[in-house]
DNA sequence: AAGTGGTCTAGACCACACC
DNA sequence: GTGTGGTCTAGACCACTTC
């Protein structure tokens, strides 16, 4: 098959019509190889920049992820895990296996570095003026990561959280497990961005990728914002869903 | 100056970084012109696809725009419009510049298309065998996109929806103000994904750029499964907030 | 060593906005 | 017409994985 620029089409474009159809056809299975850059571009008659250009519309868009030095490869579906969230007001628990008050078997949270930040949105939720401590963790499910976290609190209230980290494993861990805090969501909200280079990292994403932003302000029990958090997931393995039906 | 690849970072990360720093300097101002892509190319010694590859990183980052024969500007931030939601059920008004409970002046839906479509999600979470009817919305703020909507509801229920969209404008309007429906929430979700073609044309952004995901279904009084809506909005624009302060 | 994707170049032409 | 970004090509070399 030999494709050209017929009418307003760019070519790169109806690569991907070809390859999305490919897929939703089932031609091209879930976890299978597509065919080499170079195969694909001798096959179509086009470049392979316009190859390469259609494969990362679609890596984007969660449908291929290419692997350097072995090959591109449709992405398995799996459905995303749906986290429930309340707007009842509740008091946030650090046990292991639970999240958003979800039980989740094999969820794991652990820390990947502290330093002191000076975030300015941070600062301006907490109502700080002096020092911010910021904690980075990666949460994974059975190995596969989930979603990058970052918590800022006042250094000055917990000058010891480094040390506490080493012990329980994270921030919330440490801050209700060493201080006795008791928190509390003032509020959730939800946006999108592109992964940064550093999140693509760590979530195996391509930099650029679409991540789902969730931010939150926490108090404690005499309502002193505390933790402010600002989590960066990947949307094709955890899903935020408000419920309604009294559940 | 003159980049060249030293160690492992590529050059085009290396432009990325470069423009990053002028944008945050204040030395490339919001809603200031870029220098050309030639221009660009020459002054930092690397070919023009360089700069552009770079130039696109920052666009999905939402630093960046690009007009075809017009130039690259730098993005002016307006801080996105906070709509808060509440997880307690209540019904669903469709009164003009109202939206999720928040007067929100300047706000306008209007409807883009309608179709006969058979999207599985909708028909698994409406409960339905029979046709189902989409439609599909351009929410605006003082002409800005925000957001567009798809609609699904069964056709054999509303077999007259078309020709009310003339006279209510949005099928919200025409479900309550025609029929008298209550519309209740049975649940929200909220991922992120990359824009495709036709909603990156209708929201003014470049295709792959990630959008918040806003799903949700809607129930009538009498708790039957009605409305299936699918959201795609501009995070840079509108953000979802669910507060805990009793507010 | 061989094969894959990742980066980069030089050059060309096209589509669009503005004058 | 001029200048801008958008597309496409041919070719080269590099980085990485696997054999």
Redesign the pocket.
Known sequence: MK???RG????????EQELRRRVEGGELAPGS???????L?AEL?????????A??EL?RAGILH???????FVTEAHPATDVTIRADEYEIRAEGATWEHVEIPGLREETIGTARDGCADARAVLGLDGPLRRVDTLTSHEGRPWLVSSYWVGEERFPDLPAELEVHGSPVAALVGQHGLVLHHVWRSFAAAAASVADAALLDV?PGSPLLVREGLNRDADGVPTVFVRRRCRSDRVRFVLRHDGG
Chains 1, 2 share one sequence.
């Open positions: 494709l050209q620029r307003g089409l760019p070519l790169y474009r109806q690569v190889r597509l065919p080499t850059e170079a195969a571009s008659g086009v470049n392979r920049l316009t190859v390469r250009h494969f990362a890596a290419a692997r350097q030095g072995v090959g591109t391509a």
